[in-house]
């Protein structure tokens, strides 16, 4: 007996899965989430949960990091320690160093640096998604030849931010059991004291776990949205990746790379 | 049965949510150690000098007080207040009228009773030859029994009228002599070279004498060219000082400078002991004793007396000691250890006033070490009960809390001398050992053996 043949409708045209799959699926089988992404109509839910997901997660970091007093604490030994290099190399006299040091107090507090903290999460989370979006974008259109909606790379930036987000919350959990600022999960997790203005800190935090998923699962993104081969995208990915950190670690803004 | 794919999927979110899970479990029963703010500093070598810091006045170290021995109007005061005088020098003269009158009187005594010494010769001249003639008389059997004897009585009557003249002589010549003195007297001199410090009587006040009262206080002649500082120092610390101290002053009046000082005296009783019993003790339960100590000073200035002054007096001195802030000593409990160990760490330093003031404050309210003097002194003053209950408690040792890392380690210490802001550790720390130095909150209440902590500034701090 023969088989029954398969329906051609279904074979050609998948169930479309719920947002909720999508989010979920990107950890697991991204390359099914892209490709019914490239497949299905531009949908503003695969950039626009993401982004507000993140920025929950986003807001909830600043609370609950920015409420420990140990954490607060190193943030303040830094910026001593900056105004005391800043005093020791000329650029600032010990009475300059010290009003900066009491306006710090006044205006950098547990409370504002928690709002500072959301009002980041608000901003830096679709400015994430649109810069990564733009990015792919690009290197669709320039270097893989190949022209792909914006909004698409959007969708593939947007879901691609679920890893980030899962890195936050693993960053706020190792945050709370170390006490430790700069406890993300990389190689800064070996620093007994993450030092913001230590290069040498910034580049081992920004081998992290979650960031080389992201790449990972962006490049997944990229190839099935520009049909060129997984290995190629990541190639691309992964330079760019690379070009940024060491870009903004050299620059002295390594906190944009972690 | 799930697609291969779809195991695939349940495999890595139930990773993902194992993974989760764990972290989130270990955050959330991770031992919740409370984490203090503390300021730290090494431990460092320094050259400790101990002073006991004292308040005073400046005085010279000769003054005299210029009080009349006799009474009467002054007639003549040719000198005034801040006038230098030398010794001789006429300072007021007092009526002399009535002492003059007196004079005569006396000398007119002493006339009389030369008249009654001359009339008692004579009489005794008499009465001897009467004596002398009647004598043979007798022998020849020529006068009665009766009659001899009444010359001899004669002739012993006369010549104790004779003794009496002289004596009358004598007192005579003594009244005169005690009228010249008493007139004498109405001329007062200064006693010194020195300055007319004080001048309370103007001419014509009468003033009185000091022959049967404590008269009158005329002026005061003060020798400024040799100054000195008296200031009073509790009991507590006057056992510190010893003549010869190297003393640092600061008057008042002379703001910008610092002189230097020796002492020269130690009083031997505190002020007020040599006053009645009722008045003493009813003051000493305000006000602490304190001894008068003298201090010459060594420059020359334009120092008056009464100008106020702060002596530092330099009473122990360490070269090269490892010191540590005042205020990152404070006292505990000994560990259980510590009190098998003995008493080393007890603190029983008699030699040391301050930690012993400090730490009979910590006993009496463990909760409030607030240094107060006042809670030292009326300690000194409690009664057995108190000092029963005090005995049951355990004995305080002196510790600082030195950082290992994120946490502390208490650490018994044997405390030296120590100056306006450092401790001198003979026993318990070593060199570029970091120590807790605030914040006073943390060192006094909050930290213990192995607290974590962190350092940052001070933070506001409510004073118990």
Redesign the interface.
């Known amino acids: 007996m023969e088989p029954a043949p398969a329906n051609p409708d279904s074979e050609s045209q998948p169930v479309p899965t719920t947002l909720w799959s999508r989010l979920?699926?990107v950890?697991?089988?991204p390359g099914?989430v892209f490709e019914e992404v490239k497949n299905s109509q531009s949908s503003t839910a695969n950039w626009l949960a993401p982004a507000l997901v993140y920025i929950v997660v986003g807001v909830i970091s600043a609370v609950v990091i920015f409420s420990q007093?140990?954490i607060v604490?190193?943030i303040?030994?830094q910026q001593?320690k900056v105004m005391d290099d800043q005093v020791k190399a000329g650029k600032l006299t010990q009475a300059q160093a010290d009003q900066a040091?009491t306006m710090m107090?006044k205006f950098a507090g547990p409370t504002m640096l928690m709002v500072f903290g959301c009002v980041g999460a608000m901003f830096g989370s679709f400015a994430h998604i649109f810069w990564w979006a733009f990015i792919l974008w690009l290197m669709a259109q320039l270097i893989l030849k190949t022209k792909i909606p914006y909004l698409k790379a959007a969708e593939v930036a947007g879901l691609t931010t679920m890893i980030l987000v899962?890195g936050a919350?693993?960053t706020i959990?190792?945050t709370?059991?170390t006490?430790k600022l700069g406890m993300t999960p990389s190689l800064a997790l070996m620093l007994g004291n993450f030092d913001l203005k230590n290069k040498a800190h910034l580049l081992l935090a920004a081998v992290n776990i979650f960031s080389f998923w992201q790449i990972g699962v962006a490049a997944c993104g990229l190839a099935r949205l520009t049909g060129k081969p997984f290995a190629k995208a990541l190639l691309l990915v992964f330079l760019y990746w690379l070009a940024f950190t060491l870009f903004f670690v050299g620059i002295g803004f390594g906190q944009m790379a972690m | 049965m799930p697609s291969p794919?779809k195991r695939?999927?349940?495999?890595?979110?139930a990773a993902?949510v194992v993974?989760?899970v764990v972290?989130?479990l270990?955050?959330v029963f991770?031992k919740r150690e409370p984490?203090i703010?503390v300021q730290a500093e090494k431990v460092t070598r320094r050259n400790l000098t101990e002073v006991v810091v004292a308040n005073g006045k400046i005085q010279p170290v000769l003054q005299v007080t210029i009080s009349p021995e006799v009474s009467g109007e002054i007639t003549e005061l040719p000198v005034h207040e801040g006038q230098f005088v030398h010794k001789g020098d006429l300072l007021l003269k007092i009526n002399p009228d009535v002492y003059v009158a007196g004079l005569n009187q006396a000398k007119a005594g002493y006339e009389q009773s030369l008249a009654g010494k001359t009339t008692a010769v004579a009489n005794l001249e008499k009465a001897d030859t009467d004596f002398t003639r009647n004598k043979e008389l007798f022998a020849r059997k020529l006068l009665s029994e009766s009659d001899f004897v009444g010359f001899k009585v004669a002739r012993d009557v006369a010549e104790a009228q004779l003794e009496s003249a002289n004596d009358q002589v004598n007192v005579a010549k003594a009244a005169v002599d005690n009228a010249q003195d008493l007139l004498n007297k109405t001329t007062i001199v200064a006693p010194l070279d020195g300055t007319i410090t004080t001048l309370n009587s103007q001419l014509g006040e009468r003033v009185l004498g000091t022959v049967q009262n404590a008269g009158t206080i005329i002026g005061i002649i003060s020798d400024l060219s040799r100054m000195e500082a008296r200031v009073d120092i509790g009991e507590m610390d006057v056992v510190l000082i010893q003549p010869d101290q190297k003393v640092k002053l600061e008057v008042d009046a002379f703001k910008d400078k610092k002189f230097a000082g020796t002492v020269t005296q130690i009083a031997d009783s505190s002020k007020g002991s040599g006053q009645a019993a009722s008045a003493y003790s009813s003051s000493q339960s305000q006000e602490a004793t304190k001894f008068e100590v003298r201090i010459r000073i060594n420059e020359k200035e334009d120092f008056r007396p009464g100008m106020s002054v702060t002596a530092e007096i330099e009473t122990r001195y360490r070269t090269n000691a490892l010191t540590v802030p005042l205020a990152s000593v404070t006292t505990r409990p000994p560990k259980p250890a510590d009190k098998k160990s003995g008493s080393t760490n007890h603190v029983s330093s008699a030699t040391n006033h301050v930690a012993l003031a400090t730490t009979t404050n910590n006993v009496s309210d463990p909760t409030n070490d607030v240094g107060v003097a006042t809670n030292s002194f009326a300690s000194t003053n409690s009664d057995a009960t108190d000092k029963k209950s005090k005995d049951s408690l355990p004995k305080l040792s002196e510790v600082v809390f030195v950082v290992e890392g994120d946490h502390v380690k208490m650490v018994p210490v044997k405390i030296g001398i120590c100056d306006d802001n450092y401790w001198e550790i003979t026993d318990g720390l070593t060199n570029d050992q970091e120590i807790v130095t605030g914040g006073y909150r943390a060192i006094s209440r909050d930290l213990a053996d192995g607290k974590k902590v962190?350092?940052?500034?001070v933070a506001a701090e409510s004073t118990p």
């Open positions: 979920l699926n950890f697991a089988a099914e007093p140990a604490q190193q303040r030994d001593a040091l107090d899962l919350v693993v959990l190792l709370v059991i006490g | 794919k695939k999927k349940i495999l890595i979110l993902i993974v989760l972290l989130t270990v955050a991770k984490v703010t962190v350092k940052g500034p």
